[in-house]
């Protein structure tokens, strides 16, 4: 296990938190292996956090959702957030004109929220629309509004994600979102995505603050820009320094693509790091 210079920056950053933070490691890092497969590898290292990317729609239903309670009754592991495999179809069915698509989405969704009550998960990504879809900012934001309502009736928040290839690849369009919504808009900072995006992820953190409640974290620097934690060498303190300002209190759930890390071992070595910065700290359980 390498503590690198960059490890340890993340970690000065934890202690000038102040407050609570929990690392985590999402089942898409693992893709693609199933879902519910990745979910007990992740359990079975000692992961006690993770998000569950959802590849298809049988892994919302049994046999798959038993497994998923079984391997989080034996392992005590946490599920902070379902990531839906329909991201690729949101720009057709929730941004268009033809109402009944809009309608079917809202009720196929409750399908995830349900799944996500019987885990106890609290967040829900969205990619949203993209670029080439055209969709005026106000229907874009109507859409969500109601999307956002619906999962309220299951105590779930949907957190729009920023992606370089959708429409919340502007920050510019992401402020206007919280601008309009106020408290209703909710977000998901990835910080591989906002490099991607030609964002430094502090900026966006500048500009969004407090509506941020979700992270999807990977490092930055000359190897690439979706490195395993201390890899890169992106300026983790200020990034963090950024989210204290805002009083953060979410998760930093590690998503890594294959090639990033060698091993399921691996992947769990590198969330033991930041875990253990934490916890040395006072910030963990």
Same mark, same amino acid.
């Given at each position: 296990?390498?503590?690198?210079?960059?490890?340890?920056?993340?970690?000065?950053?934890?202690?000038?938190?102040?407050?609570?933070?929990?690392?985590?490691?999402?089942?898409?890092?693992?893709?693609?292996?199933?879902?519910?497969?990745?979910?007990?590898?992740?359990?079975?290292?000692?992961?006690?956090?993770?998000?569950?990317?959802?590849?298809?729609?049988?892994?919302?239903?049994?046999?798959?959702?038993?497994?998923?309670?079984?391997?989080?009754?034996?392992?005590?592991?946490?599920?902070?957030?379902?990531?839906?495999?329909?991201?690729?179809?949101?720009?057709?069915?929730?941004?268009?004109?033809?109402?009944?698509?809009?309608?079917?989405?809202?009720?196929?969704?409750?399908?995830?929220?349900?799944?996500?009550?019987?885990?106890?998960?609290?967040?829900?990504?969205?990619?949203?629309?993209?670029?080439?879809?055209?969709?005026?900012?106000?229907?874009?934001?109507?859409?969500?509004?109601?999307?956002?309502?619906?999962?309220?009736?299951?105590?779930?928040?949907?957190?729009?994600?920023?992606?370089?290839?959708?429409?919340?690849?502007?920050?510019?369009?992401?402020?206007?979102?919280?601008?309009?919504?106020?408290?209703?808009?909710?977000?998901?900072?990835?910080? +591989?995505?906002?490099?991607? =995006?030609?964002? #430094?992820? %502090? /900026?966006?953190?500048?500009? $969004?603050?407090?509506? *941020?409640?979700?992270?999807?974290?990977?490092?930055?620097?000359?190897?690439?820009?979706?490195?395993?934690?201390?890899?890169?060498?992106?300026?983790?303190?200020?990034?963090?320094?950024?989210?204290?300002?805002?009083?953060?209190?979410?998760?930093?759930?590690?998503?890594?693509? +294959?090639?990033?890390?060698? =091993?399921?071992? #691996?992947? %769990? /070595?590198?969330?033991?790091? $930041?875990?253990?910065? *934490?916890?040395?700290?006072?910030?963990?359980?």
């Amino acid at each position: 296990m390498i503590e690198t210079a960059a490890a340890y920056t993340f970690a000065a950053c934890i202690v000038m938190r102040g407050d609570y933070l929990k690392a985590g490691v999402s089942t898409a890092s693992l893709y693609p292996v199933e879902a519910e497969k990745a979910f007990r590898m992740l359990a079975e290292r000692g992961v006690a956090l993770t998000e569950i990317f959802v590849n298809t729609h049988c892994e919302l239903k049994d046999p798959y959702l038993s497994e998923f309670l079984a391997v989080r009754s034996e392992y005590g592991i946490k599920v902070g957030s379902v990531h839906p495999f329909t991201c690729g179809i949101e720009p057709m069915m929730l941004f268009t004109a033809y109402e009944r698509r809009m309608n079917d989405m809202l009720d196929y969704y409750k399908l995830f929220f349900e799944f996500m009550n019987k885990l106890e998960a609290d967040y829900f990504i969205l990619h949203g629309n993209k670029p080439q879809n055209i969709c005026k900012d106000e229907v874009y934001f109507e859409r969500f509004e109601r999307l956002q309502d619906t999962a309220s009736e299951f105590g779930v928040t949907v957190v729009q994600e920023n992606v370089v290839r959708c429409t919340s690849g502007s920050l510019e369009f992401m402020v206007k979102m919280k601008e309009t919504l106020g408290k209703k808009a909710k977000f998901v900072l990835d910080t +591989k995505q906002a490099h991607r =995006s030609g964002h #430094d992820p %502090a /900026d966006v953190v500048k500009a $969004l603050g407090d509506s *941020i409640v979700h992270m999807h974290y990977s490092d930055y620097g000359k190897k690439g820009d979706c490195l395993k934690f201390g890899d890169g060498d992106y300026d983790n303190l200020k990034l963090f320094n950024e989210l204290k300002g805002c009083g953060y209190k979410g998760n930093a759930v590690i998503e890594l693509y +294959k090639g990033s890390y060698e =091993s399921a071992d #691996d992947l %769990a /070595d590198n969330y033991r790091i $930041l875990e253990r910065f *934490i916890k040395e700290n006072g910030f963990g359980d």
